[in-house]
């Protein structure tokens, strides 16, 4: 039985990520957690604020996991997005897929997180010490 | 006619929500609207990408806006 | 501060290995976790049993760790396999790797998984209703 | 001269130790040594592939053996 999850939450919980995406059939599991990193081209980021249009985005993310399941043999598939202020090292985003084989739940997982990055309407913002910045806003 | 914003959009216009007939000319289409927000709002025309969703579906700037939809301004998205 | 996890246990605890990877200087972190999968061609495996070289094992998972970071900028690297008796679903081997950037991550991570099955000397019995199989030894 | 035996190798010789110097020749490298084991366990020679380490470490066909090193039959590695 296939499963996929999409969320919308407050707080990543990555240990719990196992158990779901766990799946008699499959060989592999692969995930990637997206955390916050502290530097950014030398500056120092204090924390990050995230924003998402949740209606668009869960839309969005359900898309993006029925895209990855025609691509590839899929059994299991997740996308999880955090909102809210993130300090550094905290948790942003997990995303991962199991199959039978290892190639697919890499180049699954991989694509998740791609496509989730380049269209899902989420906004970071970069809080450093005596500004703050909306991520890629501008060229 | 309600456009949402969100992230830098909303800080370019410094508020949540733009009630767009509140007096004014209302946008027929999505290169309409996109055109009127520059024009009110030049910082718009700044921005890496300037998308607008349609019912929470992103939409091209062909397509017509009626009353009943939800209207959004995506700006560049930078989540993950 | 890099670190590098290189393990044979009797138990994989999946659920233990995002703190093992999370670092303040990672935006991403990328799992792989190889499970026990109930269909092999078609035949159903009732159970798996592993065996180690384990002085050499550890060596060459070393080897592999040490490979990895001199290919990309990694944080954490982890190379974990159990051995002994597994059923259906049991998780067998974990690695992951944590960078800055995502692309490093899941390069590091496949290289991880693919290196330690041409090169670690562990061993894969499939146990099947009435026969078991060394898996590969045979052309 | 111990020779460490795993996987299907064990199964093959039907131990997980063989005793090279028991009233045998003891063979000067690898490749002597792998000629020995398929002339004795002709099962060898059906496997995908066999390796020999010397010391935890995987040696070539020309690598000497002394007394002292830990050897072992590597078949094909079958782990994640």
Known sequence: ?139 | MEVLLFGIAKDIVGKTVIHLDEGGEVPASVSELKEQLISSYPEFAKLSSLAIAVNSEYATDNVSLGKGDEIAIIPPVSGG
């Open chain 1, 1 to 139: 039985m296939e499963k996929t999850i999409v969320e919308i939450v407050d707080y990543i919980e990555p240990d719990k990520v196992y158990a779901e995406l766990s799946h008699s059939e499959s060989g592999g599991i692969c995930v990637f957690v997206g955390t916050v990193r502290e530097f950014t081209q030398g500056e120092e980021v204090v924390s990050l604020e995230f924003e998402a249009y949740e209606n668009m985005a869960l839309k969005e993310m359900k898309k993006i996991a029925t895209e990855a399941k025609a691509k590839w043999k899929l059994n299991t598939v997740l996308l999880r997005h955090a909102v809210g202020a993130k300090e550094i090292q905290e948790p942003v985003v997990v995303v991962g897929a199991s199959a039978a084989h290892r190639d697919a739940c890499f180049k699954a997982c991989r694509y998740l997180i791609d496509t989730l990055k380049e269209r899902v309407p989420i906004w970071k913002k970069e809080l450093f010490k005596n500004k703050s910045v909306w991520v890629s806003a501008h060229p």
